[in-house]
């Protein structure tokens, strides 16, 4: 099935740096979301968007809708340990099951 | 949201059998989703599980492979039938999504490996 294209595929970066990702598609969305994953976790969801130009945020993360609708970036600010994972941004049409992007790994060094 | 429980959390099976795996919902959900999540991969939606109907499935995804049940608002099954290695995978319950504003979410998945 579809995937959208997430970038980078994986960092690793220093504490208290700041992180940046994000999610392009060739369709468009009415619905933005963005997950973690913990290992033997399943996603657990950190932001949710539902309008273009959308910029919402969850403490140390904040997200936005592209104006576009085809995209989505998410920010972490001040990166801690426990901020390691997989991040995977969703999108969401008309219908209402999810595309997920394929996913961002992040590292994160004292 | 939701507090969703699967069953079972992980298990390893024999080539050619066949799992059900369980998804409990502490509350009364309209839609369920069925996922797949091979090692290292993204999530793929198998089908949705409809209560009353017949499970859509997705492109890729059939009844006689992966047959689902949706007895009643707050509990569904997948089962996984004739497995391979291939079917190794973590696969994951999710509920939500109806409607504006209303975000998936998900279970901690079951984890199968097949010898």
């Known amino acids: 099935g579809q995937q959208l294209n997430q970038s980078p595929q994986s960092m690793f970066i220093q504490e208290g740096e700041d992180v940046s990702m994000n999610c392009t598609s060739s369709?468009?969305?009415?619905?933005w979301l963005w997950y973690k994953q913990d290992p033997g976790e399943g996603p657990v969801l950190l932001i949710a968007?539902?309008?273009?130009?959308e910029l919402t945020s969850n403490g140390r993360l904040t997200a936005q809708f592209g104006i576009t609708r085809k995209d989505s970036f998410l920010n972490i600010s001040a990166s801690i340990p426990s901020d390691v994972g997989i991040y995977f941004c969703?999108?969401?049409?008309?219908?209402?099951?999810?595309?997920f992007g394929t996913g961002t790994r992040l590292q994160v060094t004292l | 949201s939701a507090v969703i429980s699967q069953k079972p959390s992980r298990d390893i099976c024999q080539r050619g059998t066949s799992l059900t795996i369980q998804c409990q919902v502490d509350s009364q959900v309209t839609m369920m989703f069925w996922y797949r999540q091979q090692p290292g991969q993204s999530l793929t939606l198998i089908a949705t599980a409809n209560q009353g109907s017949e499970a859509t499935y997705e492109s890729g995804f059939v009844i006689d492979k992966f047959p689902i049940s949706r007895p009643n608002l707050t509990f569904s099954t997948l089962t996984v039938s004739n497995m391979s290695p291939e079917d190794s995978s973590i696969y994951l319950c999710?509920?939500?999504?109806?409607?504006?504003?209303?975000?998936?979410?998900f279970g901690d998945g079951t984890r199968l490996s097949i010898l």
């Open positions: 969703a999108g969401r049409g008309t219908a209402s099951k999810l595309t």
């Open positions: 999710s509920v939500g999504g109806q409607g504006a504003g209303q975000p998936q979410h």
């Open positions: 968007l539902y309008k273009a130009g």
């Open positions: 369709s468009i969305f009415n619905t």
